[in-house]
Nanobody
Framework: QVQLVESGGGLVQTGGSLRLSCVASGITFRIYAMGWYRQAPGKERELVATISANGNTIYADSVKGRFTISRDNAKNMVYLQMNSLVPDDTAVYYC??????????WGQGTQVTVSS
């Protein structure tokens, strides 16, 4: 059974930092592309950052230069380091695992709230 469990969310002031973590089980982690998505109230879920099986990264324009995605295949974990947070970053952040043939899995989400 595939499980993705996020942690690290919370309340932070503008300009602060948070590090999200996601641990995966039930998959051959090293072959999966991993990603972070977010969904703010009243908005659609959007891509934040992805990291491929070989380490290539893609970022949304809104987070470039502030967020860093990384992975540790030995621990089946993916991270999102978030710096210089602003209120527009407030959302539920979801971990995603995507198999090379396209099958995807989602975590339950972790809330990030940035106060002004």
């Amino acid at each position: 059974q595939v499980q993705l469990v996020e942690s690290g969310g919370g309340l932070v002031q503008t300009g602060g930092s948070l590090r999200l973590s996601c641990v995966a089980s039930g998959i051959t982690f090293r072959i999966y592309a991993m990603g972070w998505y977010r969904q703010a109230p009243g908005k659609e879920r959007e891509l934040v950052a992805t990291i491929s099986a070989n380490g290539n990264t893609i970022y949304a324009d809104s987070v470039k230069g502030r967020f860093t995605i990384s992975r540790d295949n030995a621990k089946n974990m993916v991270y999102l380091q978030m710096n210089s947070l602003v209120p527009d970053d407030t959302a539920v952040y979801y971990c995603n695992a995507r198999h090379p043939i396209g099958t995807g899995h989602w975590g339950q989400g972790t809330q990030v709230t940035v106060s002004s």
